[in-house]
């Protein structure tokens, strides 16, 4: 996967996927001409790439600009494949494709910006770098429950106000709506109460109890739902607790849309299917708060190791890394300035990146956070993103 360098491609452009793999990037024409007039607008100082997606963020929470979201969809690309990626690779047995990863990493863009503190954390790209694994993870352990789970553990672990967005979601009138979800309270009533409660694989109901779920759904039926309604047989009930399990799993965990359907309007804005960000995702009901919390906290304390770590480096070493991403001056021209060889340079730079690493890796595992391979990879390349905007001004490395 190229790099986008240019700050106007960051923000209005759009990852195109072929044959499971990164092909190239498509340009939105209305965003890239909003991000060239802001840029033609702003003073050379302002022209950063944290400057911009912190400039955008605030945009998108003050709710004013329709199209801030969208750049900040653009933007995050990057962040979203590279997780995509990881995760196909690890799942090498699993049913989705990396461009399926990819949308569920983009679906949850909303959900990181949502849990973004610009007072915790100045850089948005390194937190979504931290933030997207943790949200995909999250999904991908709820959809293997889901997915392991009988309809009757489904049935049983779900919530009375969850069940019945699903089926109003499902297109059921208020009335069937009703009578589903009285045959729901039966079912629980008379099944699951004896049933060990961390069981996933509950057997269906035999035809005993069939018959007494739809006696008792009889019985009740005219005091608990308003509308008059006819009795229900056993088979029917059953047929309605079976259809209303589909309905929450369609409802917890929508299949995946590829990203490959693009499509182009009279604008010649290059578009593609989103999940609509003004709604609620179910998802969101189902993680937490105090996860939420948890990871704003760790990244309050990864930001404070990361900046201890820098100040502990000796005054040279801290002296290259500043020119090195602060003035995107090459290893020549810091041996220049500074009178150094270049090994000495080279050197500064790799011990001061590593000794800065190594305290971000113990902060982990000090917090009982498993350090692989992998993780350590993905460490450094958020220390990279730190760096960077740690010293204000995104620069390429020569």
Same mark, same amino acid.
């Given at each position: 996967?190229?790099?986008?360098? +240019?700050?106007?491609?960051?923000?209005?452009?759009?990852?195109?996927?072929?044959?499971?793999?990164?092909?190239?990037?498509?340009?939105?024409?209305?965003?890239?001409?909003?991000? /060239?007039?802001?840029?033609?607008?702003?003073?050379?100082?302002?022209?950063?790439?944290?400057?911009?997606?912190?400039?955008?963020?605030?945009?998108?929470?003050?709710?004013?600009?329709?199209?801030?979201?969208?750049?900040?969809?653009?933007?995050?690309?990057?962040?979203?494949?590279?997780?995509?990626?990881?995760?196909?690779?690890?799942?090498?047995?699993?049913?989705?494709?990396?461009?399926?990863?990819?949308?569920?990493?983009?679906?949850?863009? +909303?959900?990181?910006?949502?849990?973004?503190?610009?007072?915790?954390?100045?850089?948005?790209?390194?937190?979504?770098?931290?933030?997207?694994?943790?949200?995909?993870?999250?999904?991908?352990?709820?959809?293997?429950?889901?997915?392991?789970?009988?309809?009757?553990?489904?049935?049983?672990?779900?919530?009375?106000?969850?069940?019945?967005?699903?089926?109003?979601?499902?297109?059921?009138?208020?009335?069937?709506?009703?009578?589903?979800?009285?045959?729901?309270?039966?079912?629980?009533?008379?099944?699951?109460?004896? /049933?060990?409660?961390?069981?996933?694989?509950?057997?269906?109901?035999?035809?005993?109890?069939?018959?007494?779920?739809?006696?008792?759904?009889?019985?009740?039926?005219?005091?608990?739902?308003?509308?008059?309604?006819? /009795?229900?047989?056993?088979?029917?009930?059953?047929?309605?607790?079976?259809?209303?399990?589909?309905?929450?799993?369609?409802?917890?965990?929508?299949?995946?849309?590829?990203?490959?359907?693009?499509?182009?309007?009279?604008?010649?804005?290059?578009?593609?299917?989103?999940?609509?960000?003004?709604?609620?995702?179910?998802?969101?009901?189902?993680?937490?708060?105090?996860?939420?919390?948890?990871?704003?906290?760790?990244?309050?304390?990864?930001?404070?190791?990361?900046?201890?770590?820098?100040?502990?480096?000796?005054?040279?070493?801290?002296?290259?890394?500043?020119?090195?991403?602060?003035?995107?001056?090459?290893?020549?021209?810091?041996?220049?300035?500074?009178?150094?060889?270049?090994?000495?340079?080279?050197?500064?730079?790799?011990?001061?990146?590593?000794?800065?690493?190594?305290?971000?890796?113990?902060?982990?595992?000090?917090?009982?956070?498993?350090?692989?391979?992998?993780?350590?990879?993905?460490?450094?390349?958020?220390?990279?993103?730190?760096?960077?905007?740690?010293?204000?001004?995104?620069?390429?490395?020569?």
């Amino acid at each position: 996967m190229r790099p986008r360098q +240019e700050i106007t491609d960051m923000f209005s452009t759009f990852v195109q996927l072929e044959r499971g793999r990164f092909s190239k990037w498509l340009t939105d024409a209305k965003l890239y001409r909003n991000m /060239q007039n802001h840029l033609e607008h702003s003073s050379s100082a302002l022209k950063s790439e944290n400057f911009w997606g912190l400039y955008w963020y605030k945009q998108w929470r003050s709710g004013f600009n329709n199209l801030a979201l969208m750049h900040l969809l653009a933007y995050l690309q990057e962040p979203c494949y590279w997780v995509a990626s990881k995760t196909v690779a690890k799942f090498t047995l699993s049913q989705y494709l990396l461009a399926d990863y990819f949308q569920m990493a983009i679906a949850e863009v +909303e959900t990181i910006l949502k849990d973004f503190n610009p007072e915790k954390s100045s850089s948005l790209k390194a937190y979504a770098i931290m933030a997207i694994p943790s949200r995909l993870k999250d999904i991908l352990r709820q959809r293997k429950e889901a997915d392991i789970c009988t309809n009757w553990a489904l049935l049983r672990k779900v919530s009375k106000k969850l069940l019945s967005e699903a089926l109003s979601e499902a297109g059921l009138s208020q009335s069937a709506v009703a009578q589903y979800r009285l045959a729901w309270t039966c079912f629980k009533e008379l099944y699951t109460q004896n /049933q060990p409660g961390g069981t996933s694989q509950l057997p269906e109901p035999n035809s005993q109890l069939w018959e007494a779920i739809a006696n008792l759904y009889n019985h009740q039926r005219q005091s608990q739902i308003t509308q008059p309604t006819e /009795q229900r047989n056993a088979q029917t009930i059953e047929q309605w607790l079976t259809q209303t399990a589909l309905y929450v799993r369609a409802y917890l965990f929508p299949p995946v849309k590829s990203l490959n359907a693009f499509k182009q309007n009279d604008d010649t804005t290059i578009t593609f299917d989103l999940p609509d960000p003004s709604s609620d995702s179910p998802m969101a009901d189902m993680i937490a708060e105090e996860d939420v919390q948890n990871r704003q906290n760790q990244i309050s304390q990864m930001s404070d190791v990361l900046l201890k770590a820098l100040q502990r480096l000796d005054v040279q070493s801290q002296e290259v890394l500043k020119l090195y991403y602060e003035q995107g001056l090459t290893q020549q021209q810091i041996m220049q300035q500074l009178q150094m060889s270049q090994p000495t340079v080279s050197r500064k730079l790799v011990k001061g990146r590593e000794s800065i690493l190594a305290a971000l890796i113990k902060w982990s595992q000090d917090l009982n956070i498993s350090v692989n391979s992998n993780q350590i990879k993905d460490m450094s390349l958020a220390l990279e993103e730190w760096l960077r905007n740690q010293h204000g001004e995104y620069i390429i490395n020569p």
